[in-house]
């Protein structure tokens, strides 16, 4: 297949990318190289890709036109869109940038498709589309009306105008929510990231929540599996189960990408103090605003769809990260990037 891929140098794309690649897919990446966090560690890994297969362009998506005269190049067989601005924190401070990059960008998206349509597009959201839902796990058809940031709302809108352009256009969409996602290469604004860094040079770790925030990581290699499989179940004209949340007016669902076996962050801890062999100076927080007591993904759909739920404990997919942090950053010789 010839498959377009957004966001190749972030953490997700990446690998999904790669994946592809391995499988002998030819991939077109999109880029824009913002410097919301470490540029070096996406130069480093859209190094991994380059190759015979890859090719990857460099713009911003919300930039009008650009990405309909890339696809009209491309002429892609699947699209898979994966590019945002993420981060609930940094929404506090700059939510601007998630207006341009996540509604402005994804429409964008949605006009390359209208004018060069596909197989099937695949769309990123989060679980914090849930946002203020007190009833896990979170299910695919609860109301999502209650976002607390507007990262969540900007991905709320993001799956709204894709239902509305998979009705008008019949354009075969799937939106994936995922769930805290963690893993090699992984993004230094998140928390396992962070709390590695921070252990290793002997500085204390910020806790939020005392500990107790309870959230349902998904290892990427497990997430990247599940992706692969949707691309090969693109919503049709019947529900595959009582599950399906297959709109009644279009070829569109939303589907969550968790394992549905939540753990509290202070337990993570634990797990990443065992595989670093060093203790952490746990600095006890509140939660912050915008943050949610707990994550928990329902996956019966998903389950439903593909046949497979990721699986992969944090006793082991925590210590495959703790080994690649340290032979990436040892192997390159850097320090590793500051928080933020």
């Given at each position: 297949m010839r498959c377009l891929v957004t966001g190749t140098a972030g953490f997700i794309g990446f690998h999904l990318a790669r994946r592809l690649l391995a499988a002998g897919h030819s991939v077109v990446g999109v880029d824009g190289m913002t410097d919301?966090?470490?540029?070096?560690?996406?130069?480093?890994?859209?190094?991994?890709?380059?190759?015979?297969?890859?090719?990857?362009?460099?713009f911003m998506l919300e930039e009008p036109g650009a990405f309909a005269?890339?696809?009209g190049e491309a002429k892609p067989d699947?699209?898979?869109?994966?590019?945002?601005?993420?981060?609930?924190?940094?929404?506090?401070?700059?939510?601007?940038?998630?207006?341009?990059?996540?509604?402005?960008?994804t429409f964008q998206v949605l006009e390359g498709l209208r004018q060069h349509p596909v197989r099937?597009?695949?769309?990123?959201?989060?679980?914090?589309?849930?946002g203020g839902n007190p009833r896990t796990p979170f299910r695919e058809t609860d109301t999502v009306a209650t976002p607390l940031t507007i990262y969540a709302a900007s991905k709320i809108a993001c799956e709204a105008m894709a239902h509305s352009y998979a009705h008008l256009w019949r354009i075969p969409t799937t939106a994936f929510r995922f769930f805290t996602v963690y893993g090699p290469w992984g993004?230094?604004?998140?928390?396992?990231?962070l709390f590695t860094k921070r252990i290793l040079a002997g500085e204390p770790v910020e806790v939020f929540d005392h500990g107790r925030a309870v959230r349902d990581f998904t290892y990427i290699d497990d997430l990247v599996e599940s992706i692969v499989r949707l691309i090969a179940a693109p919503p049709g004209s019947s529900p595959v189960s009582e599950a399906d949340t297959l709109s009644p007016v279009a070829p569109f669902r939303v589907?969550?990408?968790?394992?549905?076996?939540?753990?509290?962050?202070?337990?993570?801890?634990?797990?990443?103090?065992?595989?670093?062999?060093?203790?952490?100076?746990?600095l006890l927080r509140d939660l912050p605003p915008g943050d949610v007591a707990r994550t928990e993904a329902e996956t019966r759909l998903l389950r439903d769809l593909i046949g497979y739920v990721p699986a992969t404990p944090v006793t082991a997919g925590i210590p495959a990260f703790v080994r690649w942090y340290r032979e990436h950053y040892a192997a390159t010789g850097a320090v590793a990037p500051p928080p933020g």
């Open positions: 919301y966090y470490d540029v070096a560690l996406k130069h480093a890994r859209l190094a991994e890709l380059a190759g015979p297969g890859f090719v990857n362009h460099t005269s890339l696809m699947i699209v898979l869109h994966l590019a945002a601005q993420a981060g609930v924190r940094y929404s506090l401070e700059h939510p601007e940038s998630y207006v341009a990059s996540n509604m402005v960008g099937h597009a695949l769309l990123a959201s989060t679980s914090s589309v849930y993004r230094p604004d998140m928390a396992l990231f589907v969550n990408i968790g394992g549905g076996a939540p753990v509290t962050v202070g337990a993570m801890l634990d797990v990443l103090e065992d595989a670093l062999g060093t203790r952490a100076t746990r």
